[in-house]
């Protein structure tokens, strides 16, 4: 009788193992840089692929399968850029916002508007743009705009509001078996940095920031930065050689790009 229990658990166990029985669930895998890891970033213009790098960080809406599919021939992994806190007009799916989830311009940027965070309107939508990712075969994904509770939004937007939507998109694109990053949101990383797989970071060096970033460093997790000051372009006083050694000590990799990200000039310190 023992016998034939035995194999009767033998042949049903992965049966039910497959069918959601069994004790260890299957663990997603997904693309994790290095601090080694080069990087190119444009999200404007047609995307010249023709840079030795390793991974290129492109716009989600703009960019096609082919074009994906092509850096990936290359042998290149590609991440995907979307906003994750702002509404802009000029998108695809901009007509699935609600109105009330719109909130005050972001300076300097025609047509784009502070999303509610708080919302449960919103998470369907970005769902939807995290199963464009997958579906385009996109490597990891970008979301902007996710430090709204240090801007001026039209929202009562608190930090442990913009944690738990971080959170909440960290957990959604590693759902899919995607990469993502954290963009700025320099006073969260501690309590972030386990839920993302890399950073990326606008101006550290420029506003003195960059000591922020290193619990990235610490786990092995790249910081992609990118500094946009004209005295780096020109080089006044040296200051891009300043700047590129400070970033080489700090294990960064820093561009010196556009702040258009059109790919007009890039400058890398390597």
């Known amino acids: 009788m023992k016998n034939i229990l035995f194999i009767f658990l033998f042949i049903l166990l992965p049966f039910f193992t497959a069918c959601g029985g069994g004790t260890n669930p299957v663990q997603k895998e997904w693309y994790k840089p290095t601090t080694q890891t080069t990087w190119q970033w444009q999200l404007s213009g047609t ?11 492109i716009d989600l809406f703009d960019s096609s399968s082919t074009l994906i599919e092509t850096l990936h021939t290359q042998g290149k992994k590609v991440i995907c850029y979307f906003s994750a806190g702002s509404y802009e007009e000029w998108r695809s799916d901009s007509g699935s916002f609600p109105a009330e989830v719109l ?6 940027w025609a047509g784009e508007r502070w999303l509610d965070i708080r919302s449960p309107d919103l998470q369907p939508i ?4 995290l199963d464009l990712a997958q579906t385009k075969g996109c490597d990891g994904v970008e979301p902007d ?21 971080n959170r909440f998109l960290a957990s959604e694109a590693h759902n899919r078996g995607l ?16 839920y993302f797989d890399f950073a990326v970071n606008e101006q550290c060096h420029e ?33 891009r050689e300043q700047l ?21 000039f890039r400058y890398v310190c390597q």
């Open 207 to 239: 506003y003195n920031e960059c000591a922020m970033m290193q619990p990235f460093i610490d786990a092995d997790k790249p910081v992609f930065n990118a500094e946009y000051a004209q005295r780096y372009v020109d080089n006044t006083n040296h200051a």
């Open 103 to 108: 909130g005050k311009e972001l300076d300097g």
């Open 126 to 129: 970005m769902q939807a743009r």
């Open 179 to 194: 990469s993502i990053g954290l963009k700025n949101d320099l006073n969260q990383i501690e309590t972030l940095e386990p």
């Open 244 to 264: 590129c050694q400070e970033s080489q000590d700090m294990k960064f990799q820093t561009l010196i790009l556009p702040l258009l990200l059109d790919d007009s």
């Open 145 to 165: 705009n996710v430090d709204g509770y240090t801007n001026e939004t039209g929202f009562l937007l608190t930090e442990d509001v913009q944690l738990t939507y």
């Open 47 to 57: 995307v010249n692929t023709g840079y030795t790098v390793d991974l290129y960080d």
